[in-house]
């Protein structure tokens, strides 16, 4: 695999919490990295969690083990094993891969940039790592569109509104009613960070859904549009977490940018 195909997968691998914290799952890494076999890949596993707990971190932290249940030939239950690795984890299990691969050299300096990248945004000021999160809510959101144009999408208007009702549990007019912006404000040039981060996993999420099950018809596209943003909602809840219509206005976006007109992109 060379290069270029290796980062492409790398970042199509990556998956998003509702909280904004990126992931990736163990096996969805397996062949990018180069490795066929999961018992192999396995030996890699734990030597990247040993250099994680010897590093002083709580590998506990970074892997998180899994299972799930596939059903086999003739009907056979199977318990798949799988990992919840963090960035850090990711990168870990990149410098204890087999050198000789080129797939391993690649994904060490990915996810050292990665993690270059992570520590720079954690020294941002709030007001910075809210532009930072607008500029990558735009960026999915181009992507986002690019998908639902090959699904065949001409309405999209009413795609995304889709979204936003799954996730909000209303439309967007009713939305910016209910937060008072006005109408002829973009309602995410209003959103704070966790409200920016919730509608970066709606988007990203969908926008996989539909090219990974290529998903066609605009019909079926607007409908997975709304499904991913109810499944996002219902997380957001899950876990206590304030529903996306209830958060208050910010400043716009705007205003923030006339402070730094010369600073983005921030990272």
């Known amino acids: 695999m060379q290069l270029d195909a290796v980062i492409t997968e790398l970042n199509g691998r990556r998956k998003l919490a509702p909280n904004g914290q990126e992931y990736w799952m163990a096996r969805d890494l397996l062949s990018v990295l180069g490795y066929s076999n999961w018992q192999n890949f396995k030996s890699v ?6 250099a994680c707990d010897s590093s002083g971190a709580y590998s506990s932290d970074h892997f ?9 030939g003739k009907g056979a239950q199977i318990e798949r094993e799988d990992c919840y ?5 990711c990168y870990l299990l990149a410098m204890n891969g087999d050198s000789s691969k080129p797939e391993i050299g690649t994904a060490q300096t990915y996810f050292a940039v990665q993690t270059r990248r992570q520590e720079q945004f954690d020294q941002l000021t709030d007001e910075e790592k809210r532009l930072e999160l607008r500029e990558r809510v735009r960026v999915a959101n181009t992507c ?3 998908a ?27 939305i910016k009613d209910k937060k008072g912006i006005p109408h002829d404000e973009q309602l995410l040039d209003r959103a704070g960070r966790a409200e920016l981060a919730a509608n970066e996993f709606r988007i990203t999420q969908t926008e996989q859904k539909i090219t990974r099950e290529r998903i066609r018809g605009e019909d079926e596209a ?9 499944e996002v909602r219902a997380t957001i809840e899950k876990i206590g977490g304030t529903m996306p219509e209830d958060l208050p206005a910010e400043v716009p976006i705007k205003k923030l940018l006339k402070k ?3 600073q983005l992109p921030l990272i």
Request: glycine content about 14%; hydrophobic content about 35%.
């Open 45 to 50: 596993l734990g030597k990247a969690k040993m």
């Open 64 to 72: 998180i083990e899994t299972s799930k249940v596939m059903t086999g």
């Open 85 to 89: 690795l963090s960035r850090y984890a």
């Open 144 to 146: 986002l569109g690019e």
């Open 148 to 174: 639902a144009k090959e699904a065949g999408v001409q309405n999209y208007a009413r795609f995304h509104d889709a979204g936003y009702r799954g996730l909000y549990g209303i439309g967007v007019a009713e």
């Open 222 to 230: 607007t409908m997975t549009h709304h499904a991913v943003g109810k």
């Open 260 to 262: 730094r007109p010369n």
